[in-house]
């Protein structure tokens, strides 16, 4: 996974800076980079999410105090896989308030990919500690007035992202049930939306080749503060052209920081051997380009020596198109009743063992401890279960021997004939486990049928103007048989509001899932050369995740946003609030 710059086909294409227009028909997505995202995380850096502020107020808070009423305070939490609470931040203090609404805010970094449970406490702050600052004060020196628990993910679906629950005691502590209400309310921070879009061009560059004219492009890095660089993005490779002019780049705020940071933008000449051969540099802020478009004006690019003198050569960088916008993002659509709906497809091939024995990839250990299957429908069921209103997912298996004896590659979980639903996470893993006494493992490994069937149902969703976009997670250990009739499915599906996700468990060769996941600039072609719209497709195989920092769910679901945007982007489906598309008759 990822854009390799050295590669060939992938390494002359943009990375991490394209804009999606209505009628593009290129798989990158404006702010996500996978090479800046590997960067981060082989260094332990906190990747660029998405920040979201949480308001929170309350109502019918317990008096506590004997002449007046109680000072509140409120205290954020994430809660951690070990169960350890680790603080967000704290609120102001309210003097004399039962019903309070507090102004400060608390920011937390939405990561779609994994599950944020927060946990809420509410305490009454006595007077004499009224002139320390909040985030000094001791918490056990405080009158606790109740404590509330949800997942992030719960209030950011929400219609107006507000989200109210009921205040209780301390878990294991015995006492009133009625302690009042808390509502948290969140916002994305406007830096999550901004965007600026630009054309850039180069004039009389130097030339690097000898029989022909260089191969240009452009490296934008943001300077950090301990004046290293970290790269934001990059340009497509114009073949053979001194004055080349790049298609439109599309930065994130949260790519630059802000318009007064300074940028290193860097003109290569392309090499396939990846060693690209440095033209010329110049350092500039956002506000520094903005200020060249409004002049017309070009800035000279420069080169240093290698005794360390800076050379200003006739090279100039102009800014052909500049302008800000706020961009709709993934929380948007959201908030305003778009769903992802998860499905899932099991792989009951003979090559996983018999599951009565423990060596089998099926084998359900009586202690409790998950196989590999049911890890990986657990950790993405969990993730994506918030953004489904019914929680009904369709389940299927392929490449079992049914009850009636015959092969099948896309058979019901359930065992029902007529329906594929089941009831929640839990649903899909009761069926699976009573499927493993009831269907014969056969094969061979056939994805067509399975991906057909989801793309009929998002196929469906289409029709009907629904505001839905389909998750396909297919679980496998083998080689697939049927590679062409896959490529053409996905092919046909990449038109279609779905995303697949890949698990490949078990020690097998999954050469062919990297072709079918085409992060490397290689887009899929169908056996009549019709080429994919879009990269809908991510696969990982658990051996390569396992035990290690990014857990099989991370892996999977990191592009699923991106692939979601896209889509509406693409198609120029914006989000409307609810109220607004009933009002019309959408």
């Not at 396992?546 to 991106?562: D, F, R, T, Y």
Request: hydrophobic content about 35%; overall charge negative; charged content about 20%.
């Amino acid at each position: 996974m990822g854009n390799c710059f050295s590669d060939v086909e992938g390494g002359k294409q943009a990375v991490g800076g394209v804009q999606q227009s209505p009628t593009a028909t290129n798989n990158n997505n404006a702010g996500h980079n996978d090479a800046v995202d590997f960067f981060y995380r082989s260094r332990g850096l906190q990747q660029l999410f998405t920040r979201v502020e949480l308001s929170l107020s309350a109502l019918n808070l317990r008096d506590r105090d004997i002449i007046s009423k109680s000072d509140p305070m409120a205290v954020v939490y994430a809660k951690k896989i070990d169960g350890k609470l680790e603080e967000l931040g704290r609120t102001e203090v309210i003097m004399n308030s039962l019903n309070p609404k507090w102004i400060e805010k608390v920011t937390i970094a939405f990561q779609f990919e994994i599950v944020q449970p927060l946990v809420f406490h509410v305490y009454d702050v006595d007077t004499k500690y009224h002139n320390i600052p909040v985030k000094t004060l001791k918490l056990e020196d405080q009158d606790f007035l109740g404590e509330a628990m949800c997942v992030l993910s719960e209030v950011l679906t929400k219609q107006n992202r507000s989200l109210t629950l009921n205040l209780h005691s301390k878990i294991g502590h015995v006492g009133l049930r009625n302690l009042g209400v808390l509502t948290i309310h969140a916002e994305e921070t406007a830096a999550s939306r901004r965007v600026v879009e630009m054309i850039l061009h180069c004039s009389y560059l130097d030339n690097k080749d000898i029989f022909s004219n260089s191969n240009p492009f452009l490296r934008i890095s943001r300077i950090v503060e301990s004046g290293g660089s970290i790269p934001i993005c990059k340009t497509e490779v114009v073949n053979n052209n001194l004055n080349p002019t790049w298609k439109p780049l599309c930065l994130s705020m949260q790519q630059f920081g802000s318009k007064d940071n300074p940028l290193i933008i860097e003109c290569f000449d392309f090499n396939s051997s990846g060693k690209h051969s440095l033209i010329g540099k110049l350092q500039k802020s956002v506000a520094d380009l903005e200020k060249l478009h409004e002049g017309r004006s070009g800035a000279n690019l420069t080169i240093t020596s290698h005794h360390g003198h800076k050379k200003v050569l006739k090279g100039e960088l102009f800014v052909d198109q500049f302008c800000e916008k706020e961009q709709y993002s993934f929380l948007d659509y959201v908030s305003c009743g778009f769903e992802l709906n998860f499905m899932v497809a099991v792989d009951f091939t003979a090559s996983n063992g018999n599951p009565r024995n423990p060596d089998s990839l099926h084998y359900i250990d009586p202690s409790g401890q998950l196989n590999s299957y049911q890890k990986a429908i657990m950790e993405v069921g969990e993730v994506t279960q918030f953004y489904d209103s019914d929680r009904r997912f369709p389940a299927w298996g392929f490449g079992g021997k049914t009850f009636d004896g015959t092969i099948s590659h896309c058979f019901n979980l359930n065992g029902s004939a007529g329906s594929f639903e089941v009831e929640g996470v839990e649903g899909i893993m009761s069926a699976y486990a009573s499927a493993l006494h009831n269907v014969t493992l056969a094969g061979p490994t056939l994805f067509g049928q399975v991906i057909k069937t989801a793309a009929q149902i998002a196929s469906q969703s289409v029709s009907y103007n629904s505001k839905k976009y389909f998750v396909l997670l297919i679980i496998t250990d083998g080689v697939l048989t049927d590679l062409q009739e896959t490529k053409d499915a996905l092919v046909k599906a990449s038109d279609l509001p779905l995303s697949i996700l890949i698990v490949g468990v078990g020690s097998a060769d999954f050469g062919q899932m990297e072709v079918l996941d085409a992060d490397k600039g290689q887009r899929l072609e169908s056996s009549t050369d019709r080429v994919a719209t879009r990269d809908i497709v991510q696969f990982v195989p658990m051996r390569d995740v396992h035990g290690g920092q990014i857990s099989v769910v991370q892996a999977l679901l990191e592009e699923l946003p991106g692939q979601f945007l896209t889509y509406m982007r693409c198609r120029d489906i914006k989000p409307r609030p609810l109220h607004e598309a009933q009002a019309s008759g959408t």
